[in-house]
């Protein structure tokens, strides 16, 4: 681990535990206990099982709560001490795995699954740990579904599937339709590094949909399978032809796993979606504390006020500087100063006098109504007076109207909150990294003209704008002072269904009323202050006609008795508010802390995940353009770079015949853009493996020219591969091109080379077939012999094209271009024709090999095959065929390929002559 400028920085050559590790003693110096909380979690936060909801919860109660004590771990000390003889509790420990650097793939089962049937007969599949491996079918035989098999053994999803829209999407479809107990089974053969230890992992996917994995002793299969889960293990044309299409960020995350980092880039975003500011700001309603905050703020201003000014009326002096328990022992002595009230306050706290208790002694002392009615005509202005606040005055109402007017413009804008919803949903599909055409809207698969990502966030913009018009206006509402006029309210309007402040509250409080409504509100405030200063008026002379008729004695005490009750209050709600202060403050220094943290850990992983994949990126830049120009892509020079800080991977063409950094999408034809993506695929996967030490390659190929797939195959088996490899991945490649099965024939004979082909049909059973083994065989004569001939037929006709393929290839017979280039190999009669054409022509020059009873057994058998099949199947009678027939068709197949055989000993096993004119 390294520090530059006190920058934290991911050590490459360490497991990701370790820098995990690393990285929490790093955040710990921010904060140690939220560090300590947050490093637990990364678990969670890694499998994205987390609610960021309890997380930032979590947190709080963490800052809320005073930090714990060591006496847990004092207590454990001391037992340890007290008995220092005890004896240690002795476990078994199971024995160990193997320390394992890396897994080979050396073999395939597969029953049940999408479209390999194989009841009771799992499709098994050998494959060469140090050999390139290769695996040929036709179309529709099963091929992706070996592919799909092995994906889904240790992904455990296939997307591709589960992505289908929900009418089209059936659990069942991962089950061979056909397979009668609706069971998958799925075994991979692994061979681990350096010791060459075989484990046989086994997934079971039940009628249900339920997964089950297993694997014996000492060997952990979740654990294992977790460890192949890479993203480079499985390549196929879709996936490198969308990553040349992806958006940057897409690109930068797929990149990631490629380069090993993909737990880095998970646990990033995470820690990025902990700190983002308006879902944390959202959680933690941090507009409405900062509001309830700054109105206890005022009240605490304005209480403090009137208790300064009421002390001075009741004491006589300023109150100054003296605490609130003095204070109120002075309000104590001059309230029993006074004669008749003595009896009632002398020797009691000033907050526990009962003022009502005052009002009697003054009415017995002096009695009378009007004394009363004085002593309530003070409180009553006093009231008044107190929730008739300043705030706001004329100029601060008219600002309610302008926020409101910004408001409506910003509304007028939108289309709503059920809008927002949908651009927020439609924003979160497209950067989830799953959605690859960023043209393509997730709602109605329609194709936008632009960018939907620009699109949704000029949107998502406006409704920013919304967001910010009406905080802006709830802030106005709040920190004016309109709350606090709901009082005043209740006091000058009797009627409730006038009393407009009180009707406006939820809305305005929340930001949401319109400009009418608030221009409503501030003439309101107006004719409200208006009737208060009328109250007060008419309170004000009754109070000075009574003032007028009583002694000047009564008129001063019942005077000094209202202020204390005010006092009283003031004091009571004054205490109440400065607990309230504290607890927004102590909440919102909480927050802050935790804001805090969380924007310093994201951003220090951040910068270290980008370090890291930056420094791999620079690694696999040479290798990348290495393997690029290896293709033989003359005058183009690729290049990739990563914006500073950021997960984006930007793609470009450093050089194009003469032009420099243009774009590789716009520039590039098809075949180019996916050499771009499979040259970077290789060298990262070449670099960067991990514990899987194999990658799937399916049909790959498929959108290159017939030299360029040469050129992509001797990248792969000079340089990138084993054996040619050493260091490099076992490379297993699935293709239904006939060009490609050619060239895997070739380099079958080097013996670095495994190719295998495949034949079958969903509905009954795919087979593999290697050399002289030929299972499809087999299995059509038994379903023959049982009579089911309508399954049978299909296994003849593949049977048929692979040995006349075959043969045609070991004798090196000549045929027309429009065969060698056909896919589909439905062309029996042709192959025929094509072998009897090179019979008589070698006949003719004299140099044929064959024995004269050859040359009459292949004119028998081929009577057999075309009349007994060849001409039903061409006609499309299939009707016609018997299961005794077919049987014999089969055999005159055999017999046919005999015919062009011979003994190179008495006794030795027969062997195909070099071509028709060399025995060998």
Not at 274 to 295: E, V
Not at 411 to 428: K, S, V
Not at 591 to 606: H, Q
Not at 833 to 839: C, D, G, M
Request: glycine letters at 6%.
């Amino acid at each position: 681990m390294t520090a530059r400028e006190g920058a934290f920085e991911f050590d490459e050559n360490a497991s990701l535990d370790e820098n995990l590790s690393a990285f929490g003693s790093h955040i710990s110096q921010l904060d140690a206990a939220l560090a300590a909380d947050l490093c637990d979690r990364f678990p969670i936060l890694l499998d994205g099982k987390y609610k960021a909801e309890e997380i930032w919860d979590r947190l709080l109660d963490i800052c809320v709560t005073p930090p714990a004590t060591e006496a847990a771990a004092t207590a454990h000390e001391q037992t340890a001490a007290a008995n220092p003889n005890a004896p240690a509790v002795v476990q078994s420990l199971p024995t160990p795995p193997p320390t394992v650097t890396g897994w080979l793939l050396e073999g395939v089962l597969i029953e049940g699954f999408r479209g390999v049937n194989n009841e009771g007969q799992p499709l098994e599949l050998k494959l060469h740990p140090t050999k390139v491996n290769s695996i040929s079918a036709v179309n529709g035989v099963g091929k992706s579904s070996v592919y799909d098999a092995v994906r889904y053994a240790i992904t455990g999803k296939l997307p591709w599937l589960d992505d289908l829209p929900a009418t089209e999407r059936d659990k069942d479809y991962y089950q061979n339709r056909f397979h009668s107990t609706g069971q998958s089974t799925i075994k991979l053969q692994l061979v681990a590094e350096p010791g060459s230890e075989k484990c046989e992992i086994t997934v079971i996917r039940n009628s249900l949909g339920q997964r089950a994995v297993s694997a014996p002793t000492p060997w952990d299969a979740t654990a294992i399978l977790a460890g192949l889960n890479r993203e480079f293990v499985f390549l196929d044309g879709p996936t490198f032809q969308k990553f040349i299409e992806a958006a940057p960020l897409a690109r930068g995350r797929t990149f990631s796993g490629l380069l090993g980092l993909s737990a880095y880039s998970d646990l990033r975003q995470a820690l990025a979606g902990l700190a983002n500011t308006r879902a944390f700001n959202s959680h933690f309603g941090i507009t409405a504390h900062t509001q309830a905050k700054t109105r206890e703020e005022r009240a605490v201003g304005e209480l403090s006020r009137a208790i300064a000014n009421d002390y001075e009326t009741l004491v006589g002096t300023a109150i100054g500087t003296l605490d609130a328990t003095t204070a109120k022992e002075k309000c104590n002595e001059a309230l029993t100063q006074i004669a008749p009230l003595k009896p009632v306050c002398q020797g009691k706290a000033f907050d526990t006098i009962n003022i009502d208790a005052c009002i009697e002694a003054i009415k017995d002392a002096e009695g009378g109504p009007k004394r009363e009615r004085l002593g309530a005509c003070i409180r009553e202005r006093g009231s008044l007076a107190k929730v008739n606040h300043d705030a706001p005055d004329t100029a601060r109402a008219e600002l309610l109207v302008t926020r409101a007017a910004e408001r409506a413009e910003a509304l007028e804008r939108t289309a709503g909150d059920l809008m927002l919803q949908l651009y927020q949903a439609g924003t979160n599909v497209i950067e989830s990294g799953q959605w690859e055409d960023t043209h393509l809207c997730p709602l109605c698969d329609g194709k936008a003209p632009r960018s939907l990502k620009e699109h949704l966030a000029f949107r998502l913009f406006e409704f920013e704008a919304l967001d910010k018009a009406t905080a802006f206006l709830a802030a106005e509402w709040n920190e004016a002072g309109w709350t606090e006029l709901i009082q005043l309210e209740a006091v000058v309007e009797t009627v409730p269904e006038k009393r407009l402040f009180a009707g406006h509250q939820a809305r305005a409080g929340s930001g949401t009323i319109t400009q009418a409504e608030a221009e409503t509100l501030v003439q309101y405030l107006a004719t409200l202050r208006s009737k208060a200063t009328e109250l007060d008026e008419q309170l004000e002379r009754e109070q000075a006609q009574f003032e007028r008729e009583l002694p000047p004695s009564s008129v001063e005490v019942t005077k000094k008795v209202e202020t204390a009750r005010r006092l009283q209050e003031n004091w009571s709600k004054l205490d109440l508010s400065q607990k309230a202060l504290v607890a927004e403050q102590a909440r919102e220094d909480c927050v802050d802390r935790i804001r805090s943290f969380l924007k310093g850990t994201s951003s220090a992983f951040a910068t270290a995940e980008a370090g890291m994949s930056s420094a791999r990126l620079a690694a696999v830049e040479p290798i990348f353009k290495s393997y690029f120009k290896k293709m033989s892509f003359y005058g183009v020079e690729p290049a990739v770079s990563k914006k500073v800080n950021s997960e984006e991977l930007r793609i470009n063409l450093a050089q194009f015949y003469g032009l420099t950094n243009v774009s590789p999408q716009a520039l590039l034809s098809e075949s180019f853009r996916n050499a771009f993506a499979i040259s970077l695929y290789l060298a990262a996967a070449s670099l960067y493996g991990g514990l899987p030490k194999f990658i799937v390659l399916d049909d790959v190929t498929s959108s290159f020219d017939a030299g360029h797939q040469n050129f992509l195959v001797e990248l792969i088996r000079t340089t990138f591969a084993r054996p040619g490899n050493a260091a490099g991945p076992q490379v297993i490649l699935l293709s239904h091109d006939t060009m490609l099965e050619k060239l895997f024939n070739k380099h079958t004979g080097t013996g670095t080379w495994w190719h295998q082909r495949i034949e079958g049909s969903p509905q009954v059973a795919v087979l593999p077939q290697a050399g002289a083994v030929n299972k499809v065989r087999d299995r059509t004569i038994s379903m023959l012999q049982a009579g089911q001939v309508d399954f049978a037929k299909e296994g003849v006709r593949q049977y048929l094209e692979y040995r006349l393929s075959d043969l045609i290839s070991k004798l090196r017979i000549p045929v027309p271009v429009d065969i060698a280039f056909n896919d589909d190999k439905h062309l029996s009669h042709e192959f025929l024709k094509a072998i009897e054409a090179a019979v008589k022509l070698h006949k003719a020059a004299n140099i044929l090999t064959l024995a004269s009873a050859q040359e009459v057994g292949l004119n028998t058998n081929m009577i057999t095959i075309v009349g007994n099949f060849l001409s039903h199947w061409g006609t499309g009678q299939t009707a016609a065929f018997s299961g005794p027939s077919l049987l014999g068709v089969m055999q005159a197949i055999d017999d046919y390929c005999d015919c062009f055989t011979f003994e190179p000993a008495p006794g030795a096993p027969r062997r195909y002559y070099k071509t028709l004119s060399q025995q060998q």
